[in-house]
């Protein structure tokens, strides 16, 4: 693709994004100029102009508009340089530049591939294998990109980015198939992105009122208000709410003597700006009645003919146009100028049957009354609409001749003939001439356009955004028409099984809802002309024959009438507030981060994988996991940061290109398969594991073999000491201590410590319980593997009893404490906020424990920085700690945080610490993840609209923080006049009497 050119951006977020800006420095060199002039500053002598760096390349216009502010103050802010630079200080601000470049920029190679460079580099490789390499290194790849791309400038640190992408089992070197499935993958990505931003679906089974009485419903409207408005055959009016429950009924016919028959409605509609309801009826009559009220005002009778459908259209200020089809193919057009006027005039007529009255023959001679009738077709007029884009009139019927015809309200082609009229009634004061012969006339060819449709059309819509014709009918086929052209359709949509008999365009979603009479239900796209959504008669449970059925974009949702009233409700992204940013649709469960693409993964409860750019926060792809939406419960890389591995409540390990989505293998017990809690990736003598515990309430142990082909894997045999003695509870966390120590914690509070070379128990703890607990008759105690069995059991049971959170979700090896030096220790978090520190070595024993949550609440996360002493902790209610290990206490109940803050809304699922920038990378079930400072200032959450660099601190949100934090009760500060207990004892435990 040029890079002159500016791609189509698509609706889809993250890899779709095409934003070719090869150098944000050089959209700055017009400013850096006025910059200069504005200052008198000129480039003398040796000074190096670091904003003309080589091989800078062009952008468009429109993306020199796009740079985030606090990129612009920064770029200007390197640019005040001393006259006089030496070369480390040069080098230090293109350093700097680079970061911003790389934090900035969007450029992936694999954008630009066309056919044609495809082509190349195939011949490129097939050159490689002909001397006998099958496989390239990294820098014969960069030498082949660069050539057959056509981009010599091309950095080496994207070629590398790339080679990395396809190399993800790190072994140096690429194929060309590996080459190929790369971009067969990447490709496939696109387009399910783009499918799972198209997903829609109704809420089934559909919501039902049967009050119908046996009458069917001769049409459905809506007003202004998003009213829904019924109308059965026997006159009976009703108006639904949202939970379509009837609000207002009436009957508007006055029942006849029993020698008369019955008076029975056709169609009807909703002025809306008039506030009135017109009806068409049975006896050639077009009855208005009050909306708000259903009082009659007035009527049009003595009609020629049934009016069969009818529609109503708002033409301007105080004009409207009033259409109807009937029973000899013919369009009636009357037109009203000076609408509330008229109307009041005929509204003060005598009254037949208890409502003014009068006949068409009279109403047409009102000077503000324009009357046409068209002929049209040759069978019944199915449908009939006035299309203000068009200013035409649209009607159809089941001819296949004429099926749709679209034409002009009025006569347009004989001009001198209008002028003659005009002339006549203005200025020579002749009446006008009136037509009161009934007799049709038919439009000129000029004047119309006829769309032949085998078997005829039975329902219609206009989209007027695309300004294309949708028509359906008795052949079962859905046909896109360009209104301007009637030759042959656009497109031809395929899949129902009946005839079609309702069609409704939603334009602002480019969808299309049809209906066809075996009750079936779908929703299509209308630029890709594929099918959506299906709803089925057993999962809407709408039965019966339908007569009416109206989409209602108000209420986002289709009603149907068939043996009862029903509605079918689109399935709705919840709404939230306009400050709101979250980064899925669902609970966070996890998140990782990969040092070596530098990129951020967080995973749902909805089996969704997002990858975000960790330097700028946006989203760079996401992909699904399992196809029965399983919650991915945890994740972790491997050591090269190249590979994902997630584990699910399936049971399941699936290892992943985390660059592509590609599920390399799949690992799994044999037999029931239980949930996965945690999962790990270590190594012991330099070999590979993945490790994986959960409700099995056993370590599974899986080889990390590359040369291994099959895609399923099972583990290796399972430790003795394991399934001896073991966990008796789902083991919920998992912890490892280089070389060869590994610690699980499980559901009952039980800490298990192991010798991964030798698989056996090195030393286990019981739960201890809150310093409020202690003393109560089970004080904190350690369970030893020297103690018995039965004793172990019973103690763990009688913990249960006093405090039922017993659970340890995180622990923790920590090291360098003051009181064991060189030798590692165990923290898990306990019952109550507290944090307990235990001894590893020599049996292992209880150190001590101190009060970590600000609220007593559970401790759901623990993370350590390797090149500082800190210690994060994470709780149930969003809140983040920092502690000093050194300050560890060894017989303290509490110890004073460094730092903390509001970080969540809700549950942090995810902690982890980047020590390399100094961030805090965390998840929450409240559907964010969001990156820190390691003091707590707050940088972003990612889906954000702004973009962040996170070695740039004005590009951060701080000092703002996220704002359902910044409102929620909990986050106020720290006083007795806000430490109310009602207030913030119900804050934290809303389901507790706060007495």
């Known amino acids: 693709m040029p890079l002159c050119k500016k791609a189509r951006s698509s609706s889809a977020p993250g890899r779709l994004e095409t934003q070719h800006v090869t150098s944000i420095l050089s959209e700055l060199d017009g400013l850096r100029q006025k910059s200069k002039n504005a200052r008198g500053l000129r480039c003398q002598g040796a000074k190096v102009d670091h904003l003309s760096a080589p091989g800078r390349l062009h952008v468009s216009e429109d993306n020199r508009e796009q740079q985030p502010e606090w990129l612009v103050r920064e770029l200007l802010k390197q640019n005040r340089q001393r006259h006089s630079v030496n070369l480390g200080d040069n080098l230090h601000v293109m350093m700097q530049q680079r970061r911003i470049i790389n934090s900035t920029q969007s450029l992936k190679i694999d954008e630009k591939i066309s056919l044609e460079s495809l082509q190349k580099l195939r011949d490129s490789f097939e050159e490689f294998e002909t001397a006998g390499l099958k496989c390239i290194d990294e820098k014969k790849f960069g030498r082949i990109v660069k050539k057959c791309l056509c981009l010599p400038n091309m950095s080496n640190a994207q070629i590398q980015a790339l080679f990395k992408k396809i190399d993800y089992s790190g072994q140096g070197q690429i194929s060309w198939a590996e080459f190929c499935t790369h971009m067969l993958q990447e490709y496939k990505e696109r387009e399910e992105i783009e499918r799972c931003h198209k997903q829609v679906a109704f809420i ?240 000129s060819s000029c004047d119309q356009r006829i769309f032949s449709v085998y078997k005829g059309v039975r329902t219609f819509d206009f989209c007027q955004k695309h300004s294309l014709l ?137 089996s969704v994988v997002k990858v975000w750019d960790f330097d700028s926060g946006r989203q760079v792809f996401e992909f699904g996991v399992s196809k029965d939406l399983a919650p991915i419960t945890c994740v972790t890389f491997d050591p090269e940061g190249r590979r994902l591995i997630t584990g699910g409540a399936d049971g399941c390990l699936n290892i992943w290109n985390s660059n592509s989505g590609l599920c390399i293998k799949t690992l799994k017990r044999d037999g029931e398969c239980h949930e996965v809690c945690d999962c790990i990736f270590l190594k012991v003598h330099r070999k590979s594991f993945v490790m994986s515990v959960g409700r099995s309430r056993r370590i599974d142990i899986y080889s990390d073999v590359l040369e291994d082909l099959h895609h399923v894997q099972r583990p290796l045999p399972s430790w003795q000491d394991d399934l001896k003695n073991g966990h008796k509870e789902a083991i919920l966390c998992v912890a490892q201590c280089p070389p060869s120590l590994l610690a699980t914690g499980s559901y009952d509070g039980e800490i298990i410590v192991w010798n991964v070379v030798s698989g056996r128990i090195q030393c286990r703890f019981g739960s201890r319980l809150s310093s409020e607990h202690q003393g109560d008759g089970v004080a904190g105690m350690e369970i030893m593997t020297k103690f018995e069995q039965i004793t172990c059991d019973y103690l763990l049971f009688c913990v249960s009893l006093t405090d039922p959170d017993t659970s340890v979700p995180s622990i923790v090896f920590v090291k360098n404490l003051q009181e064991f ?47 500082a002493a800190l210690l994060y902790a994470a709780d149930i209610i969003g809140y983040i700690y920092v502690y000093r290990t050194e300050k560890f206490p060894s017989d303290q109940k509490s ?69 359902e934090v910044l409102i929620d009760p909990l986050s106020l500060p720290d006083h007795k006049m806000l430490n109310v207990k009602t207030r913030r004892g119900e804050a934290i435990n809303p389901d507790k009497d706060s007495g």
């Open 821 to 867: 030096s060189s030798t590692p220790a165990l923290l898990s978090s306990g019952s109550k906020g507290c944090l307990n520190l235990w001894s590893v070595l020599n049996g292992g024993k209880f150190v001590s424990s101190f009060r970590a949550s600000k609220f007593q609440q559970k401790i759901t996360k623990l993370a350590k920085a390797d090149k």
């Open 204 to 443: 089934l089974p559909a919501t039902t009122n049967a009050s119908g009485h046996g009458v069917p419903i001769v049409n459905i409207r809506s007003s202004h208000d998003g009213t829904v408005v019924t109308l059965r055959e026997d006159g009976f009016v009703c108006l639904w709410s949202r939970q379509l429950k009837p609000q207002r009924t009436k009957h508007l016919f006055k029942e006849r003597p029993a020698n008369r028959k019955s008076k029975w409605a056709s169609d009807f509609t909703v002025m809306t700006e008039c506030n009135k309801l017109m009806i068409g009826t049975g006896d050639r009559e077009i009855q208005l009645y009050e909306l708000s009220t259903l009082d009659p005002y007035c009527q049009i009778n003595a009609l020629d003919t049934v009016p069969l459908t009818l529609n109503y259209s708002y033409l301007g200020p105080d004009r409207c146009c009033i259409l109807y089809g009937d029973t000899e193919g013919c369009v009636a057009v009357i037109l009203i100028s000076s609408v509330g006027g008229t109307l009041r005039l005929w509204n003060k007529l005598p009254k037949i049957d208890n409502i003014p009255n009068i006949t068409m023959d009279n109403a047409v001679l009102s000077p503000n009354v324009t009357f046409m009738r068209w002929k049209v077709h040759h069978d019944w007029v199915t449908q009939v609409k006035y299309v203000h884009s068009l200013q035409a009139v649209i009607s159809s019927s089941n001819e296949e001749c004429s099926s749709v015809v679209i034409g002009c309200l009025l006569p347009l082609t004989d001009a001198e003939q209008q002028l003659i009229e005009i002339r006549e009634e203005c200025y020579e004061g002749k009446s006008k001439k009136i037509q009161l012969s009934w007799s049709p006339q038919v439009r």
């Open 470 to 606: 949708v028509t359906g009918g008795m052949d079962k086929l859905i046909r896109l028409w360009n209104p301007h052209f009637s030759g042959k359709p656009t497109g031809i949509l395929k899949g129902h099984c009946a005839p079609i008999l309702f069609l409704c365009v939603s334009s602002e979603d480019s969808q299309i809802f049809s209906v066809s009479a075996d009750n079936t239900v779908k929703i299509w796209h209308m630029e890709d002309q594929c099918c959506l959504f299906t709803a089925e008669p057993r999962a809407s449970r709408i039965h019966g024959e339908i007569s009416a059925c109206r989409y209602s974009a108000a209420m986002k949702s289709l009603y149907v009438s068939a043996d009862s009233m029903a509605a079918l409700s689109l399935k709705l992204s919840p709404r939230l507030h306009s400050r709101l940013t979250v980064s899925h649709n669902e609970a966070v469960t996890c998140c990782g981060f990969s040092e070596e693409f530098r990129q951020v993964v967080s995973c749902t409860e909805g």
């Open 895 to 963: 110890l004073k945080a460094e730092n903390f803050w509001r970080a969540h809304t809700s549950t942090v699922t995810g902690l982890q610490i980047v020590d390399n920038d100094q961030v805090v990378l965390t998840s929450s079930a409240d559907c964010t993840v969001r990156l820190w400072s390691a003091r707590g200032k707050f940088i972003g959450t990612f889906g954000q609209h702004e973009r962040w660099s996170v070695n740039i601190p004005s590009s951060w949100m701080h000092p703002g923080v996220p704002f």
